[in-house]
């Protein structure tokens, strides 16, 4: 596996489980007022995911500018679809497709530029 693959699949990894920990509350009523534990749950993995996505995309694209806009662009993939799938909101909207589309112009810039 490439770097720059290894990075935006931790990258992906640590987004998922940084959604899962702010709206597992909207999935399962169990989750809600319980925020130390989600942030037990899922922030302590999720904090190491994006330390190593973080330090292989630097390191890759020697830039933390390249790091940065790589993560950001990989959680503007990734909250649309788990939202859409697992909280039922649209994201077919104008302003979420325009972003969309803009997060992927911006990976494609730090990967192929």
Request: proline content about 3%; glycine content about 4%; overall charge neutral.
């Amino acid at each position: 596996m490439s770097p720059i693959v290894k990075a935006i699949t931790l990258f992906a990894a640590a987004q998922l489980f940084a959604w899962f920990q702010l709206n597992s509350q909207y999935l399962w009523d169990w989750w809600r007022s319980k925020a130390f534990i989600s942030a037990i749950v899922w922030g302590i993995p999720c904090s190491m995911l994006f330390y190593y996505a973080w330090t292989t995309a630097a390191d890759t694209m020697e830039s933390v500018w390249s790091a940065r806009f790589l993560g950001s662009s990989v959680g503007i993939f990734m909250f649309p679809v788990l939202t859409y799938c697992l909280l039922g909101e649209s994201m077919f909207t104008a302003k979420t497709m325009v972003c969309f589309a803009l997060a992927l112009a911006i990976v494609l810039i730090q990967v192929f530029f």
